[in-house]
């Protein structure tokens, strides 16, 4: 067998049995369900494991990965996600986190065609263009680069606020707070971006939702 796969199967036997170790009891209480607090919106980037960057445990936060972490309104799987931790597992707070040095949105700044990812950088490449002004001014194309991921955690915070799930759990009384951070793969540490929606007044009116009464 692979010596690289091999080492996963270890590293789990090893997993288990020091989970088991330092409390006999672990396995059987993550079975019975789970009721994490928070949703985290993160980097498909191996670097960056939430649980990892956070020192939380199994159990504490739902997940969902992608390139350069966006948010698209007609992206399925992500919506399927935040509808099920929003209005089922009822999360208090759902963080986007990029991060300082992200392949995603490094190629994103230029016009090298990869293949089918193209279509989804397109998505920060609009972050660009709306930010250009700003962003063409900074020489430094690393210093760019990293205020271009900060802008696109920016935009991802405001389409999660903008989208229905978030707005419907506002109006009916459930208070979720969306958060952005970009982490520091040379520091270990994350900047929060001062960039928090927890409220429809938060985004403009044009985007928000008219419902009836809370249900």
Request: glycine share 6%; net charge neutral; hydrophobic share 35%.
């Amino acid at each position: 067998m692979d010596k690289a796969y091999q080492k996963l199967i270890l590293g789990n036997r090893k997993f288990a049995m020091s989970k088991k170790y330092d409390n006999p009891d672990y396995f059987k209480k993550l079975s019975l369900g789970q009721k994490p607090d928070y949703l985290w919106i993160g980097c498909s980037d191996s670097r960056v494991p939430a649980n990892e960057v956070t020192n939380t445990e199994s159990g504490e936060m739902f997940v969902h990965r992608n390139i350069a972490n966006v948010v698209v309104h007609t992206d399925f799987n992500l919506m399927s996600v935040l509808e099920y931790a929003v209005h089922v597992l009822q999360v208090k707070h759902i963080i986007v986190c990029g991060h300082y040095g992200c392949g995603g949105v490094r190629a994103a700044m230029g016009n090298t065609a990869y293949g089918l990812v193209d279509n989804w950088l397109r998505h920060i490449k609009d972050v660009y263009y709306r930010n250009s002004q700003e962003l063409d001014a900074i020489e430094n194309l690393d210093k760019r680069a990293d205020r271009l991921t900060e802008l696109n955690v920016i935009t991802q915070v405001r389409n999660l606020a903008k989208s229905k799930i978030i707005q419907k759990a506002w109006h009916n009384g459930h208070h979720v707070a969306v958060h952005g951070w970009v982490y520091g793969l040379n520091s270990g540490l994350v900047t929060e971006l001062q960039t928090v929606y927890d409220d429809k007044n938060d985004i403009e009116a044009i985007y928000r939702y008219e419902f009836d009464e809370p249900h």
